[in-house]
């Protein structure tokens, strides 16, 4: 982790966040669903016990305070998901804490837990950091609509997709990343704008299927 990084964050005082905040630790401790403008005590306590790498546990004893307003039951395995890696993995913790990561950096962490959980919040940070977002070609999130988009695939250069049944794996991530990255090409487009574009168009077949 840079000392610029520590030298901006005093536990001890209010931490101000903001859109181009330049750590993705920030993103992990975001609620699934919540708008990037609400800065609440829930978020800020969350990136505090993420970034001294404490176990789920904590920020579970946190909700129980009824102190602050919490997460979701919804996303209860969404944190503890990321807390698990922060709090176990060396090197995740490195890369998630560190300012303005590179885009190998990015995709690394990215490889270490392919989930939705894992993955999410990096596509946001991507988001909201456009010129590394033009770069990256690592892994993203599936979530339920990119899920009906890639079982919709027939084939592509004659090669064949086995149906996504209950949670994506990692065979499944690399084939989508491969796909999206063809796109990307194709199109003339970052891939994380494919990923965008898997959602809408995915969105609609999952709608379709479910009327």
Not at 149 to 172: A, R
């Amino acid at each position: 982790m840079s000392s610029s990084f520590l030298s901006r964050v005093n536990l001890s005082q209010s931490f101000q966040f903001d859109y181009q905040h330049d750590s993705l630790l920030y993103y992990y401790s975001l609620p699934r669903q919540r708008n990037l403008n609400d800065y609440d005590e829930f978020t800020e306590k969350c990136f505090e016990l993420l970034l001294n790498r404490k176990p789920f546990t904590e920020l579970q004893k946190e909700c129980n305070k009824d102190s602050i307003s919490c997460y979701s039951p919804n996303d209860a395995s969404i944190f503890k998901v990321r807390f698990n890696m922060i709090a176990s993995n060396n090197e995740a913790y490195t890369i998630a804490a560190k300012d303005n990561p590179t885009i190998a950096e990015i995709e690394k962490l990215a490889s270490l837990h392919p989930s939705w959980a894992w993955l999410f919040p990096i596509k946001t940070y991507l988001h909201h950091h456009k010129d590394k977002a033009k770069q990256y070609r690592g892994l993203l999130p599936f979530g339920k609509y990119v899920i009906a988009f890639y079982n919709g695939i027939k084939d592509v250069d004659g090669e064949k997709f086995e149906k996504i049944n209950g949670q994506p794996t990692l065979q499944h991530h690399m084939s989508l990343q491969n796909i999206s990255n063809a796109m990307a090409d194709l199109d003339g487009v970052p891939t994380i704008t494919i990923n965008d574009k898997m959602y809408l168009y995915g969105g609609k077949m999952y709608n379709t299927a479910n009327d």
